[in-house]
């Protein structure tokens, strides 16, 4: 179970109960750990073949997403939406990319 300890502008404890649900509900009960492997790369492309989902997994840097972005406009692929996690010097992201040229999933592996 991950533990975070939320603190105001002035490192007080929060305790007012909306803004509390708004943090839960925005981490929800699918939210990834760091706990595990170093670093991890995923890429399933989905049933319907609409979108291609990447999943990134490892040690966070200043500019790391910008690279990726840019690796993958290169590539021609759009990307549709994403989701990152940050947390002590880890981070984690989903993005759901499409083919520039098709406008479907990416169909080669290695691209």
Not at 18 to 44: H, K, M, N, P, Y
Not at 85 to 102: C, I, K, N, P, Q
Request: charged residues 25%; glycine residues 10%; negative net charge.
């Amino acid at each position: 179970m991950d533990v975070f300890h939320v603190v105001d502008e002035e490192g007080n404890k929060l305790y007012d109960g909306q803004v509390i649900d708004r943090i839960e509900q925005s981490l929800g009960a699918g939210s990834l750990s760091f706990r595990g492997t170093d670093r991890c790369v995923g890429v399933e492309a989905e049933a319907e073949a609409a979108q291609t989902v990447i999943e990134l997994i490892g040690r966070d840097r200043p500019g790391l997403l910008s690279e990726v972005f840019a690796v993958l406009t290169n590539l021609k692929c759009n990307i549709a939406a994403s989701e990152v996690w940050t947390h002590d010097g880890r981070m984690a992201a989903l993005m759901y990319v499409t083919d520039a040229e098709t406008g479907g999933g990416i169909e080669e592996p290695e691209r």
